[in-house]
């Protein structure tokens, strides 16, 4: 079997890491290099099962490579394309926490924007066969009524989803302007293993575990469209293989309150959220609601959710449970401690 080589950026994240366990899983004839810059959420461990994996196999059949570096450095990229000769290219790497992109929006600005401009300009400069972006629903803003399709008009409302729409622009005008055969995914709120826990689901499961509070902004109805990582990366698999070039296609699964996901973790270690909870005051311009409509991946490709909140959740907390070395490893960081000390209390400036 031929091999192809592929580059996946941001692949030491929540995300990423799952894309690349998956596509190490499932596409023996990639070669796959992971690109991330190794910032406060990316970590080395979320791929240790590949790497236990590739340090059993023969040198002439190791199928992964780790390169630490910025989407942003211009120069690694051209190198890396040239030394590589990609075949595709899926770019996960972005600063991703609105909470952290209300208190500074620099790296976000950097990394967001100022990072999708370098890669399309590598993708240009290197004629890779495809480029697949990886967005956010959140680009669409708050929906009071109805749902937001590839069609409707952007509408972000805090400094990251401002930073991921001005990098989605960026790269719809690469395809415009020098055919660059890139596609955008906008994916909606994910959840499941190895995700940072600064995110909700993992911060109140941890919480429960340590006996803390679970801090609510506002009073937690705000509604989110939740998907499950695994569900999203056979999506990102499914489009980048079988997409429209060009195209765009939201994923999404199904609509639950802030408050209902609460609900479903404490029911799952077995505690009174009541007890639990801790209303904090909300997001400068928070949004109520996302609703991303998934008709056209659904009817394009046949892509469909084979997970859910009610489902899974039990399964999720017993892997926050079984991991506490991982997951306290991170909280236990002064990072992580001085981040979280604003925003358990609602301070935004």
Avoid at 178 to 188: D, M
Avoid at 341 to 349: H, I, P, R
């Amino acid at each position: 079997m031929s091999q192809k080589t592929i580059l996946i950026t941001g692949g030491c994240g929540f995300i990423g890491s799952q894309c690349v366990r998956q596509f190490y899983r499932t596409h023996p004839e990639y070669v796959i290099v992971n690109l991330d810059l190794l910032t406060y959420a990316g970590n080395l461990e979320n791929l240790k099962l590949v790497e236990e994996q590739e340090r059993a196999l023969p040198s002439d059949q190791k199928r992964y490579i780790f390169v630490k570096g910025s989407i942003t450095d211009e120069a690694l990229l051209h190198t890396l394309c040239k030394q590589y000769d990609f075949r595709m290219i899926i770019n996960f790497a972005a600063e991703t926490h609105v909470d952290r992109s209300i208190i500074s929006m620099n790296d976000f600005i950097s990394t967001n924007i100022g990072g999708a401009r370098s890669l399309m300009e590598a993708v240009r400069a290197n004629k890779v066969d495809r480029f697949i972006h990886i967005s956010t629903d959140e680009v669409y803003g708050s929906i009071a009524y109805g749902t937001a399709s590839e069609q409707t008009p952007l509408h972000p409302s805090n400094p990251y989803s401002s930073s991921k729409a001005a990098a989605d622009l960026i790269v719809q005008s690469f395809v415009t302007t020098h055919n660059v055969p890139a596609i955008i995914i906008r994916g909606s709120n994910n959840y499941g293993t190895y995700q940072y826990p600064e995110k909700l689901i993992p911060l109140a499961i941890t919480n429960v575990i340590e006996k803390h509070k679970i801090p609510v902004h506002g009073a937690g109805v705000h509604i989110r469209s939740w998907l499950h990582v695994a569900d999203f990366c056979d999506a990102i698999d499914l489009i980048a293989h079988h997409g429209a070039v060009g195209s765009i296609y939201n994923v999404s699964a199904e609509e639950r309150s802030n408050m209902y996901v609460l609900q479903l973790i404490c029911d799952s270690l077995g505690v009174n959220l009541e007890e639990y909870k801790e209303h904090v005051s909300d997001r400068p311009g928070a949004d109520t609601r996302y609703a991303p409509d998934s008709t056209k991946l659904r009817e394009e490709l046949g892509w469909v959710p084979k997970r859910s909140l009610q489902k899974n959740m039990k399964e999720i907390v017993d892997w926050y449970m079984k991991n506490e070395a991982w997951w306290r490893a991170i909280k236990t960081k002064k990072e992580f401690q001085d981040h979280y000390l604003k925003q358990s209390k609602g301070q935004w400036y």
